[in-house]
Structure formats: structure tokens, C-alpha cells
């Protein structure tokens, strides 16, 4: 009897396990061979992949490559105007035109890691290519065959020969290949990390950007403020060894942790898909929409299910619909496929064209920006180096510490921003209340006209008191000028991160590193606008006997403060333009989610693109629908 209690009592567990099983919802399992080709190479995925686990390398990676890269590029002006002898403008040309090379690479390393290599692929080659390009700096620093001779009067100083020249752009043509690969690709990669399909995980995504800036600046400002001294006070070859082994760093942390990242493989780049819808719509500009239909295939299965995000048509940008128009019915193959990609393109290909046409009018406030910002690099550390720099009877101040200051003024409003604003703001409203973007644009313009006027007055009393002293170095000190770097620091941090956190957002993630690139194409942009700028004022004023604005070894001959006048004005159109312009493009959240709901499984124009019910508990460290694996090299 108590056996057959026993097989009775097993029945019924049995059978209650079986109705319980039967109701439960069916959760498919993950299909490994979607997951695999998500990856730049085969491999099994790990759920503890990607998140904050991974970005610690990635910022790790990118603090280190900063600090190189930044301890070269803050004290190149001091370089060249002391070991190559150059003229102010020589030196305002070099470094604009290097930093805008170094930006148009972004392009280029765009389309490789989209078309080819993948992002983490392109980060490590981008870094190879920047090590080498520190280490033959270095030798110019420490061979001294590679530098003209040093002169102690300004105005009799030999130039470099043309081999000098040589091996010295060869160091910067580096250097721009390496940022070139970096640039478009760390911040995006950073972000290939998270799942923003999710309101928490864009909201710690909007975090991310503002770490990622926190973090490298107080590498920076740890550890610039020895470099630079080193440069300036003991030994060049030293100020740019020890950049060189903190590249090496830089490289062996990123690779450390290439078990932890998400890799996603390259799936073509935009750019061909740009010039297949320009090409498609223009063939098509005769052809009517009326009654036709668009080209808009449904990816397979594993595509739509992990990486695919379908965009929503819209009625922005009418023209390019043409490129997506089904003309006639031969343009289809018989399954259904066009046979002529440059004739017939898809609508999501349309659309994702769209969306970069759509954040280019605020991309353009951005390049006024950063010609207010390369100010500080160029004209700013020229003005420094004719200042009194003395504290107490031994010590000098080194030029390119001046440029710390905009870093501690980052630092410190990220740090109020992230510690104390969006806590107390939690309290007070049971919800974080954050600075739209719009208005950040908005505030960081106006910093930038008030730090512009700032430097002219500065420079005037500077220089004033250098005429009326008659000397090269005027005893005006430098804590002048800490304001006005000041100021070009709160304005990065309000204007730039703003509008990079925008381009990023707005882009669909398959166009992430489009969005790095365009970002730092902007930078390449204001550089060469800069330098048109510079030359084209100082040759302008230097005519009839007049004091030239700008131009020659000694500021004190030239009226600089008319200059730093004329950039605030282009920095007041500026505000004028963003303000009557491009705050329209900026997109409306709200407007965004109503869209959503109006359409399955696709989405605006927004990075937040859904293929799937939003889960706001879901972290960003556990985004289970992307791939993970390691990266071979």
C-alpha cells in the first residue's frame, strides 16, 4: 500500500509539472549561429559580456592614449616655436592643418572599420600607428641632427632644412593615421557595450559620456602636469618618452580585456550606401511616387532578431524616396531583390541616409565651437609664453599647463553635475531632472563669446603693459589668463559633450561610427577654417604701415585683442544661428515615443531604436540579444 501511495503521489507531481510547463509562455532559446555572426570573428557568447565590465578597459585604454596624445598636443605649440624656430603663424598653420589631417582621418578610419576591420580592430591598429608616430617624435627630441640649431635672438633664428621638415611631418602624418583609426571608433565602441533599447540603459549611456570625459581629464590632470614640466623644464626626449610607454599601456590594457567586449563584424560602411542613395534618387528625380511602391526587403530572421533595427519611413527629405521607388517591376529579381543597388536602394538605406542629413545643422554649431576652443591650444600658449609665468624666486610655470585649467573646469562641473545635481534632483522629484541638450548647446555658446572677450581684454592689458615696460615678456602675470581657459573649459563641457552625446544618440547604432567621424570632422573643419582665418586676417591688416592683428615672433608687435574681438562675433552669429536654425532639428523625445507606438518593431530617427517591448529593468551589463566573444588579432 504505501508503494502505490508513493507511485500515485509521483503521478500527480508529474502531471502538475506537466500542466505547469504546458501554460508557462515558450522562451526561445538564443540561436548561437545569429549570435556568431554578430561577432567581428566566430566565437561562443558570454553573459557577462559588454556593460561597465568592459568599459573599465575602454577607459582604461583611451585615459592612457589620451594622455599621450594630449601631452604632445598641448605643448607642440612650445615645441615648434622653440626647437623649429618657427614664426607664430608658421606655428598656428602646422598645428591647425595637422589637427584637421588628423580629423579628416576619422573618415577614412570610419569606412575601414565599418567595411572591414571592425571596430576593435581598428582601435588596436589606430593605436600601433599613433606609438609609432610618438616614438619618431621622440628622436627628433633626442637626436639633435634632426632640429635646427636653437637661437636666443627671435629675430635671428635658422630655419629647419627640408629633411628636418621631413621626418618631423612624418611624426605628425602618424600621429593623424593612428586618430584617425582611434577617434571614429572608441566612443562608439564604448557604446556597443550597452543596450540602449531601454530607458535605463540610455540613461546610464548618457552617463557614459559624461565618465568617459571625467575619467581621461583626471588622467590628464594627474599626469600632464609632470610631462609638461618635463618638457618645458628638464628634457624634451624625456616629455615625450614617457608618452610613449603610456601608449604601450594604453595598448596592453585594451587588449587585456578582450574577453569582455562586445564585438560586432563590419557590415559595410554608410558612406557606400550614401552614394548609392544620391545616385539611385538622382536617376530617379522624373519618376513619380504617386501609387508605387517602396523597396523595403525583410531581413532574414538572425539579422532582425540581433542587430536589425528597422527605421521608420518619413515624410522629411521627400527627394531621396525616389532612391527606394519600385519604377518597374524588372528592377526585382525572382526572389524579390533588386538587381541594381545603385539603381534601386532600399528604404532603410534611404532612411539611415536621412538621419545624418538630419543632425547636420546642429553638427555645424559644433565647428564654430571648436574655433573658439583651438584658440586656447595655439594663440592662448603664445600668449602665456610672453607673460611673467615666475611663482616664488625658482619656479616657472610651464605654458602648457595653462591648458589644465580648462580640464579641472570640465572635471569639476561633471563632477557636480553627475554627484550632486542628479542625486538631489532624484529626491526632489522622484526622478532625475537633466539639462536638455539644447539647452547645454545654448550655454556653451554663450561661454564661448564670454571667454573670447575675456582673452581680448586680457591680451590688451598684457600687452600694454609690455609696450609701456619695453620689454619681450611682459610682467602682466599669468593667473590673467586662467579665466579665459577657464571658460573654454565649461564651454566644452556644456557645447561639445552636448553635441557629441547627440550625434551619437540620434544615429542609429549601424551609423555610430559615422557619428564619431562627422563629430570629429567638425574639429577638422574649424582647424582649417581657423588657420583660413589666420592667414587671411593677418595679410588683411598687415598692409599701409599698420600694426598687423597677427603674424611674426613677438605678439607685442601685433593687436591680438582685435583678433580674439573678431572670433567672439563669429561665436555671437553662432548663437544667432542655433538659436533661429538648428534647435529645430533638435528631436523631441516625447514626439519620438508616440511614434514608436504607432509602429512595430521600428523606430524613428534615434539612436533608441526598439525591436522589442522596452524592459526598463534590464541593465545595461546584461544586454543578452548582443553578441560577446574575444577579438583575435
Known amino acids: 500500500m504505501l508503494d502505490e501511495a508513493l507511485k500515485l503521489r509521483h503521478s500527480k507531481e508529474d502531471n502538475i509539472m506537466e500542466v505547469v510547463t504546458s501554460s508557462a509562455p515558450q522562451v526561445p532559446k538564443p540561436v548561437a549561429v ?27 585604454n583611451e585615459s592612457f592614449e589620451k594622455l599621450a596624445s594630449m601631452s604632445l598636443t598641448l605643448n607642440l605649440t612650445l615645441y615648434l616655436l622653440k626647437e623649429y624656430n618657427m614664426s607664430s603663424i608658421s606655428v598656428v598653420n602646422v598645428k591647425q592643418i595637422w589637427n584637421g589631417s588628423s580629423n579628416v582621418a576619422s573618415l577614412v578610419g ?28 621622440t628622436l627628433t627630441a633626442g637626436i639633435h641632427q634632426l632640429r635646427p640649431p636653437s637661437c636666443e635672438d627671435p629675430s635671428r633664428c635658422q630655419q629647419a632644412q627640408g629633411w628636418q621638415l621631413a621626418v618631423l611631418f612624418i611624426s605628425l602624418g602618424l600621429l593623424s593615421v593612428g586618430a584617425g583609426g582611434i577617434r571614429p571608433c572608441n566612443i562608439a565602441f564604448g557604446a556597443d557595450q550597452f543596450d540602449s533599447r531601454t530607458e535605463k540603459g540610455r ?25 609638461v614640466y618635463i618638457q618645458t623644464n628638464v628634457s624634451w626626449t624625456l616629455g615625450f618618452a614617457i608618452p610613449t610607454v603610456c601608449l604601450v ?102 532612411e539611415r541616409f536621412k538621419c545624418l542629413l538630419g543632425v547636420l545643422p546642429v553638427w555645424v554649431t559644433g565647428i564654430c565651437c571648436f574655433i573658439v576652443m583651438g584658440q586656447g591650444n595655439t594663440l592662448g600658449i603664445l600668449q602665456v609664453v610672453q607673460m611673467n609665468t615666475t611663482i616664488g624666486p625658482h619656479f616657472k610655470v610651464p605654458p602648457g599647463w595653462l591648458n ?25 522629484f522622484q526622478k532625475p531632472r537633466r ?36 620689454s619681450f615678456i611682459s610682467p602682466t602675470g599669468f593667473a590673467w589668463l586662467l579665466p579665459q581657459f577657464a571658460l573654454l573649459g565649461f564651454m566644452e563641457v556644456f557645447a561639445i559633450v552636448a553635441i557629441m552625446e547627440f550625434l551619437t544618440m540620434q544615429m542609429p547604432e549601424s551609423m555610430r561610427t559615422v557619428a564619431g567621424a562627422i563629430f570629429f570632422l567638425s574639429l577638422s573643419i574649424a582647424d582649417y577654417m581657423g588657420s583660413l582665418i589666420v592667414n587671411v586676417v593677418h595679410k588683411t591688416t598687415a598692409h599701409n604701415g599698420r600694426t598687423p592683428w597677427l603674424g611674426g615672433h613677438d605678439l607685442n608687435k601685433n593687436r591680438l585683442e582685435n583678433y580674439y574681438f573678431l572670433v567672439a562675433g563669429l561665436a555671437a552669429l553662432n548663437f544667432v544661428y542655433f538659436n533661429f536654425f538648428a534647435s529645430r532639428y533638435l528631436t523631441n523625445s516625447k514626439d519620438d515615443e508616440t511614434k514608436e507606438v504607432q509602429l512595430e518593431n521600428s523606430t524613428p530617427c534615434t539612436g533608441a531604436e526598439l525591436s522589442e517591448p522596452q524592459d526598463e529593468e534590464r541593465g545595461l551589463g546584461t544586454n543578452k540579444r548582443q553578441s560577446a566573444g574575444t577579438s583575435p588579432l
Open 34 to 60: 545569429a549570435v556568431e555572426q554578430n561577432s567581428e570573428t566566430p566565437h561562443s557568447a558570454t553573459k557577462q559580456a559588454g556593460g561597465w565590465k568592459a568599459i573599465k578597459y575602454i577607459i582604461g
Open 110 to 137: 570610419a569606412f575601414i572599420s565599418d567595411s572591414y576591420l571592425g571596430r576593435f580592430r581598428t582601435l588596436f591598429y589606430g593605436c600601433i600607428a599613433s606609438l609609432l608616430g610618438i616614438f619618431t617624435m
Open 203 to 227: 540613461a546610464q549611456l548618457e552617463s557614459f559620456f559624461n565618465w568617459w570625459y571625467l575619467s581621461f581629464n583626471i588622467a590628464l590632470l594627474v599626469a600632464i602636469t609632470g610631462v
Open 249 to 350: 599601456f594604453s595598448i596592453a590594457i585594451f587588449l587585456l580585456g578582450r574577453h569582455t567586449y562586445i564585438c560586432k563584424k563590419p557590415e559595410g560602411s554608410v558612406f557606400t550606401d550614401i552614394a548609392k542613395v544620391i545616385t539611385a534618387a538622382c536617376r530617379k528625380r522624373k519618376v513619380k511616387a504617386s501609387g508605387k511602391p517602396f523597396y523595403d526587403p525583410v531581413p532574414p530572421l538572425q539579422e532582425s532578431e540581433f542587430d536589425y533595427k528597422r527605421l521608420a519611413h518619413t515624410d522629411k527629405f521627400k527627394f531621396l524616396d525616389k532612391a527606394a521607388l519600385i519604377d518597374d517591376p524588372s528592377e526585382l529579381d525572382n526572389q524579390g531583390m533588386g538587381r541594381n543597388r545603385w539603381r534601386l536602394c532600399s528604404l532603410q538605406q534611404v
Open 404 to 428: 589644465l585649467v580648462a580640464m579641472i573646469a570640465l572635471s569639476i562641473w561633471i563632477f557636480i553635475y553627475e554627484c550632486i545635481c542628479i542625486p538631489l534632483t532624484r529626491k526632489i
Open 435 to 470: 539639462l536638455t541638450v539644447g539647452m547645454r548647446i545654448n550655454i556653451g555658446i554663450l561661454l564661448s563669446v564670454l571667454s573670447m572677450l575675456v582673452a581680448a581684454i586680457v591680451e590688451k592689458k598684457r600687452r600694454n603693459s609690455a609696450l609701456m615696460h619695453g
